[in-house]
């Protein structure tokens, strides 16, 4: 068994590592494709999140506005549940605990808030982790796998 089991019946998603990132986001795509105000993310290094049947995944763009954009949203062929972010670029593949099968309480705490503004209409998070207006500072994207 894996540390983190996510997808649906016919695909499964796991990893055995922990992220590299993991933050709660405040980015308009995720609200868009996700209905939630913010949403807990958490990046692994691409080859750290394992798919058993690939083959068996539907991908489209992640954010309709950039269509060719880096990321994907990947979903079941067969029921339509939401698998992963995977990254064309193979740096990364996200998961989104709450909406792509986990058990959201298995995953780590975020520890910051990402992509929040002030023309979210909300007042700025304050709940005593830091907030950015991008990925934390320190965030070096991977390097891609082969």
């Known amino acids: 068994m894996a540390k983190y089991e996510g997808g649906c019946e016919h695909v499964h998603v796991t990893s055995d590592a922990e992220p590299i990132d993991n933050h709660e986001c405040h980015c308009n795509v995720c609200k868009s494709v996700t209905g939630q105000q913010t949403t807990h993310v ?4 691409y080859d750290d999140l394992k798919v058993d049947h690939p083959e068996k995944m539907n991908r489209q763009p992640f954010n309709k506005d950039n ?8 979903t079941c ?3 339509g549940a939401a698998l992963l972010l995977d ?3 193979h740096r990364i593949r996200v998961a989104v605990p709450n909406v792509m099968g986990y058990d959201d309480a298995n995953f780590p705490e975020a520890t910051y808030h990402a992509f929040w503004d002030l023309t979210k209409g909300y007042p700025k998070p304050d709940d005593g982790r830091p907030v950015y207006e991008a990925l934390r500072p320190d965030f070096v994207w991977p390097t891609p796998a082969p």
């Open 42 to 45: 958490a990046f692994f290094n």
């Open 67 to 74: 269509p060719d954009g880096p990321l994907e949203l990947c």
């Open 77 to 79: 062929s067969i029921c």
């Open 87 to 89: 990254d064309k670029q």
